[in-house]
């Protein structure tokens, strides 16, 4: 039990390799960003102290251009491997290349004739402390903290006095007890924090799920609408993934538009039963009452999902909730908006409402054929729906 227990903290911060691998994407982003905001950090220093030596003509001025060109190099491989779908091998060299810098910069200080005498106190506390910077495992850490100072420890035996180097000893053996200490605490409380805030999120994702389930039970008219819908758009986002036009996009745009698609009729929770399940065309005072909907359930998405970490899941929730029934032409509801002001979330989510509800039978009308319902969809390009749009979702639907 122990062995595990103490496995589980080395390997996975106390949660489970399950546990662990759910959160990696977060992670990762947050990795990532730590490793932009300290590359500049440290191309700020290093420039600082290099216009500071060479316009006093101090003779210590190479590892500041170092320090300078080596930061700046980081920033960029953050942007350029930081960007793309997370995995280990390229956090791995974003996370070890600036370790590395760091330990070539102390042994270049080190090097200095100027810095013969001085231990390097400040270098082996960056050393250190720098991995309380990156939240990964912790039997990685300290085997990054060990290998840093040991680094740093050969350079000073190689060019320090005795008496410097003895102090360097003992300052870099405190501050890397202090820093896998200090690390132990923190990154545990991290990841952990990371885990339980997407807990919630899946926990309140559910619960919204769930009312929208509720909806589609109250609505006698509309039985398996939500499923039919969500494979619609699932279809559609992957036509669009081969489409140049939208390279741009996210795999989590297209995945966090799937899964809020079953939320985009939970407004009608708050429509009375009499209108949303009237045998019958609806009068001009009761479709007023419905078109209300969206409105009702972008205030529902708002309320239940406002604290979740995912800004980015819980923007396109509530535009689909919202703006599904906004037509291209803006003629339709509930702000009017026109083009490509409609969402692009909520455009792709027109599509797959209109189509399911031509195809599905209504007390009010019968079925129309696929082949129809299609025919309907094509002549309706910039009219209802985004023109780039409805010829991949024709391709989707054949």
């Known amino acids: 039990m122990l062995n595990d227990r103490i496995r589980s903290f080395l390997l996975y911060c106390t949660l489970s390799k399950e546990e662990y691998d759910s959160i990696r994407p977060l992670i990762w ?8 905001i300290t590359s500049l950090l ?10 500071i030596n060479l316009l006093t003509r101090a003779a210590v001025w190479q590892p500041y251009l170092f320090l ?11 942007h350029l491997i930081g ?33 013969y005498t001085i231990p390097a106190t400040s270098i082996i506390v960056f050393i250190a402390l720098l991995p309380l910077t990156i939240d990964d495992r912790p039997v990685r850490m300290y085997a990054v903290m060990l290998s840093e100072t040991t680094g740093y420890l050969l350079a000073s035996h190689r060019f320090k006095a005795p008496d410097a180097f003895s102090l360097d000893v003992l300052n870099a053996a405190t501050f890397c007890v202090v820093g896998m200490i200090l690390y132990s605490v923190i990154c545990v409380r991290n990841i952990r924090e990371i885990y339980q805030g997407q807990r919630m999120e899946k926990i309140q994702r559910s619960v919204i799920s769930s009312l929208a389930t509720v909806v589609e039970e109250r609505d006698e008219q509309t039985g398996g609408h939500i499923l039919r819908t969500v494979d619609h758009v699932r279809a559609l986002t992957g036509r669009m993934k081969q489409q140049e036009r939208y390279a741009g996009l996210t795999d989590e745009f297209y995945n966090n538009v799937i899964l809020a698609a079953p939320m985009h009729d939970i407004g009608k929770i708050h429509i009375p039963d009499a209108i949303l399940n009237k045998p019958g065309r609806l009068t001009e005072e009761e479709f007023r009452i419905m078109q209300r909907h969206t409105v009702y359930g972008a205030e529902i998405i708002q309320k239940t999902l406002r604290d979740v970490e995912d800004e980015a899941y819980f923007t396109i929730a509530r535009n689909i909730a919202k703006y599904h029934h906004e037509r291209y032409d803006g003629t339709g509801y509930p702000d009017g908006l026109k083009g490509e002001e409609i969402p692009l979330e909520a455009r792709i989510m027109a599509l797959a409402d209109v189509y399911d509800a031509l195809i599905s039978e209504r007390v009010y009308k019968k079925p129309y054929s696929r082949e129809k319902a299609r025919q309907i969809i094509g002549e309706s390009g910039g009219t209802q729906f985004d023109p780039d749009l409805v010829p991949l979702f024709l391709e989707s639907t054949e």
């Open 42 to 51: 440290a191309a700020g220093m290093g420039g600082l102290f290099l216009l």
């Open 83 to 115: 960007g793309k779908k997370p995995n280990e091998p390229s956090e791995r060299i974003l996370c070890y290349t600036e370790m590395l810098m760091v330990c070539l910069y102390a042994g270049f200080l080190s090097a200095q004739k100027s810095n």
């Open 29 to 36: 982003g947050r990795n990532a960003r730590i490793l932009r």
């Open 68 to 78: 300078l060109i080596g930061s700046v190099v980081i920033y960029l491989l953050s």
